[in-house]
T-cell receptor, first 115, second 110 residues
Framework: DTGVSQDPRHKITKRGQNVTFRCDPISEHNRLYWYRQTLGQGPEFLTYFQNEAQLEKSRLLSDRFSAERPKGSFSTLEIQRTEQGDSAMYLC?????????????FGSGTRLTVV | TQLLEQSPQFLSIQEGENLTVYCNSSSVFSSLQWYRQEPGEGPVLLVTVVTGGEVKKLKRLTFQFGDARKDSSLHITAAQPGDTGLYLCAGSNTGNQFYFGTGTSLTVIP
């Protein structure tokens, strides 16, 4: 168990470009979450998967954002036509059951800078 | 929308001092969690509380969930420089997603 891995750690892109981030959760965890965190704020929920099914999406997740979790293992988050407001830390977390009694294990995040 | 308010927003204290940070909401949560986050890293879970009035201790850290399950506090005894970080509370009703507060940034000066 190597924890939750995110790749890349840092990404600088020009406005209008597409970017894709990857998250590898803890292998036995069936739930996977994406959060976004801007400077001085707590993480904001974007979406979550149970196995390969995307069960909930935040209104923050505009149509430029898409997330997938093929085969219920790793997940990708793609942002199309990036804007400067997309600059943030994108955090992935996983858990192995409904989160009432068990917290998330977070990855180290992908820091996105849109210039 | 941030449903959880944390106070203070910033706290700077000397090593050895005690401190308390607060997490308040107008909403009732079925569970509440506390995390600590260091710069450039993801949050790390410290504790989960699920019962109103529950108190949990983790070494020098004491966590309490309010009787009405709308608020929580974190008390640190004899703070050490290693306690420095951003403390986040997060509440959930469904367990499907947690709403995070804005955090308390703690600096412990040696």
């Amino acid at each position: 168990d190597t924890g939750v891995s995110q790749d890349p750690r840092h990404k600088i892109t020009k406005r209008g470009q597409n970017v894709t981030f990857r998250c590898d959760p803890i292998s036995e965890h069936n739930r996977l979450y994406w959060y976004r965190q801007t400077l001085g704020q707590g993480p904001e929920f974007l979406t979550y998967f149970q196995n390969e099914a995307q069960l909930e999406k935040s209104r923050l997740l505009s149509d430029r954002f898409s997330a997938e979790r093929p085969k219920g293992s790793f997940s990708t988050l793609e942002i199309q036509r990036t804007e400067q407001g997309d600059s943030a830390m994108y955090l992935c977390a996983s858990s192995h059951r409904q989160g009432r009694d068990y917290g998330y294990t977070f990855g180290s995040g992908t820091r996105l800078t849109v210039v | 929308t941030q449903l959880l308010e944390q106070s203070p927003q910033f706290l700077s204290i000397q090593e050895g001092e005690n401190l308390t940070v607060y997490c308040n909401s107008s909403s009732v949560f079925s569970s509440l969690q506390w995390y600590r986050q260091e710069p450039g890293e993801g949050p790390v879970l410290l504790v989960t509380v699920v019962t109103g009035g529950e108190v949990k201790k983790l070494k020098r850290l004491t966590f309490q969930f309010g009787d009405a399950r709308k608020d929580s506090s974190l008390h640190i005894t004899a703070a050490q420089p290693g306690d420095t970080g951003l403390y986040l509370c997060a509440g959930s009703n469904t367990g499907n997603q947690f709403y995070f507060g804005t955090g308390t940034s703690l600096t412990v000066i040696p």
